[in-house]
Each structure stands twice: as C-alpha cells, then as structure tokens.
C-alpha cells in the first residue's frame, strides 16, 4: 500500500500537480521516464487520476462546510428554544406548584431532562397541551406567558427537528463524500508511489531533476 506524504491533503495535489506538469513538460525528465513507460499517455492517466482526486477533494469540503452550516443552525435554533422554554417552565413550576395533576399533565414536576431527545419530549408535551388549554393558558398569563408566545415556542419546535434532520442529512452526506475522497486518494497515491519509484531509478544520476518532480535527494 502506497504511503501518502507527510502533507495536508491540499499540499499533496499540489505535489502531484508540479511533478506531473514537470514530467511531461521538463524535456530532460520526460524523455526518461518515457524511455521507462512514462509517457504522454501515462501521465495522462496519472492527470486524469488527479483531477478525479481534486474533484472528490473539493466535493468533500463543500460537504464539510455544508455540515458545519447545519450544526450551527440546530446549535442556535436548540439555544433559541432552551431560553424560552426554560424560563416559561419555571414560571409554569410557581403557578401550579399547588396543582400537581397539571403540573403532570405539562411535564414540568421533576428537574429539567439532561438528555436531547427526552428535553424535546417535555418541551413538546408542554407546549402542546398550553397552546390547546385555554384555562391552563389563562393561569399561565399571570406571569407574562401570552398565547402567542406559547404558539411561537411551538413553531420553534418544528423549526428545531427540521434543522436537527437536516444537520444529520449534511453528517451523512459529509462522512459519504470523506469515504470517496479518502478512496481517490488512495489511488492516486498509489499511482504517484510507483511514478516516483520509476523516477528515482531513471533520474539516479540527476538528483537535480528528481527535485523538480517534488523529491528532495540528500
């Protein structure tokens, strides 16, 4: 298995690109290795490789930055909701503190849900009964909590598992587009492994010329 320079990915092209370009350009070098099969037709095979890598590479960091998009909109819409309901729960705490069957029938007797899935079962179950209970939400209106912003709370819950379905849509799409990059890499690196060991045995007497192809001879 070829072993990938000790480089950035976008280093790593760039090699490739030079000792390529070079290859087929720099006379000297091209006449040697096409003299050892390495020529115009096979380097247009490692060029064709390369931009098939270049194209998975780009593809992978759009994907990436469209996940990193995703996460902040459901980071910020959570954030957005986690404020509201918060505070609408302990001011729901006070007002039923003696009425226990509703304070139930809301979801809010207990401590807060740590975990995401079971915090956005109680958000929804308090915001459902409260926007359909007009004497709950008249209760609930003694300290500022307006039908609306009950209704608005609840939109935000859509507007959260919306963002949340497709920040794991973008996940998904990120960690398939990383496997094929990760796949043309692997070709092409080993395309460029036996390209240089070619090269080193062809341009063993010019060190000079194997640096233009990105090697450094000590």
Do not use: H
Not at 45 to 70: C, I, M, P, Q, V
């Amino acid at each position: 298995m070829a072993t990938r320079p000790k480089n950035s990915e976008a280093d790593t092209l760039e090699l490739y690109r030079v000792a390529l370009e070079n290859a087929e350009t720099q006379s000297e070098i091209a006449t040697v290795m096409a003299e050892l099969g390495y020529d115009s037709a096979k380097i247009t095979e490692g060029k064709t490789l390369l931009t098939e890598t270049r194209s998975a590479y780009d593809f992978n960091k759009t994907e990436d930055d469209e996940s990193s998009a995703a996460s902040a909109a459901f980071s910020d819409k959570k954030a957005e909701l986690e404020k509201v309901f918060k505070l609408q729960r302990k001011k729901a705490k006070v007002i039923f503190r003696n009425d226990s069957l509703t304070a139930d029938k809301l979801a809010i007797s207990g401590e807060m849900p740590r975990t995401y899935i079971k915090w956005l079962e109680a958000a929804k179950k308090f915001y459902s009964v409260a926007t359909t209970d007009t004497a709950i939400q008249t209760k609930l209106a003694r300290l500022a909590i307006t039908a609306d912003s009950l209704t608005a709370a609840n939109t935000l819950i859509t507007e959260l598992e919306a963002a949340r379905a497709e920040y794991l849509k973008e996940v998904g799409e990120s960690q398939d587009a990383t496997k094929a990059k990760d796949a043309a890499f692997a070709k092409m690196d080993d395309w460029m492994s036996e390209f240089y060991a070619v090269a080193r045995i062809g341009l063993e007497d010019n060190p000079q010329l194997l640096e233009a192809l990105g090697k450094v001879v000590r």
